[in-house]
């Protein structure tokens, strides 16, 4: 069944005078799944959860960046309603199709161009990781910004804006613009290990299979995903488990051997360590 989508409407919720809001939401069950009229741009600052987005779910952690298009629904869930669980704590920027025009005419033609696909409605989201803070601290000063409203503050709002674009931009097209042999080859690394990853796959292993170093492949997934490759192989799986728990009756014990667990009590662990629920649990809050 298709899931109803509420609009958020920029009238209702940027500020008339500046075409932009900046808010930090500590996410919860209420907000409904939703697409809205504006650009918006979400920085996982605390807390695990998950972001419903379009037809996907992925887990989320500190340091996530999600651009979200115009007419692209999506929400950010916590693990668990319980308070033990840590919510996601989500910097929201929040830019109208008037402010987009604005900040345009500043920016080089290929920006143009990227900011422009963000408001015609046939672009999906995309994300990148902040590996080293200037994300966060670029929100950080906005929400600043957007609070104070002192003099000057709307020119600041419009520089820390399209320095937020350009770092955004740029960390989308590093790997386009990295040595194409490079960026393909470790491309294959991952796809081998999204192939492979119910199999007692090891570093040791990816390194014969792909002729880099252990170390240097340690730093290759650094650089490229944002994780080590341990966290990547478990991040893999925990997926893959809550898909079959969500779309199957598959038993748990049969699940963990799927997803290359051999001991259920292990896989148990994991999950609950990840996903702030049993496996047990997960199924019935996502069927209910």
Known sequence: MKRINKLFESQFLLDPNLHMWVNRFTEDFTVPYHEHDFIEYCYVAE??????????????????????????????????????????????CMIDLHLVAQLSRFQEQRIQEHLSSL??????????????????????QLQREVSINDPGS????????????????????TDADAPATKTADFNHVIHFLEQNFNQAITL???????????????????????Q?????LQHLRIQKSCEMLRNSSLKIGLISELVGYRSIDSFNSVFKRNVGLTPSEYRKSSTS
């Open 204 to 226: 040791t292993e990816l390194s014969r299979y792909s002729g880099w170093t252990t170390r240097h492949l340690q730093r290759l997934f650094l650089k490229h995903t944002g």
């Open 47 to 92: 807390g695990n959860g998950f972001h419903h987005i379009e037809q996907e779910i992925f887990p989320i952690h500190k340091g996530q960046l999600f651009v979200v298009p115009i007419g692209v629904a999506h929400v950010f869930r916590p693990v668990t309603p319980a308070r033990s669980s840590k919510p996601p704590v989500v910097y929201n």
């Open 154 to 173: 709307i020119t600041m709002l419009h520089s820390l804006l399209n320095q937020l674009i350009v770092i955004v931009y740029r960390r989308i097209h």
């Open 228 to 232: 080590s490759f341990h966290s990547l």
């Open 119 to 140: 408001g015609n409605k046939n672009t999906s989201y995309f994300s990148v990781i902040d590996r080293d803070g200037a994300i966060e601290n670029l929100m950080v």
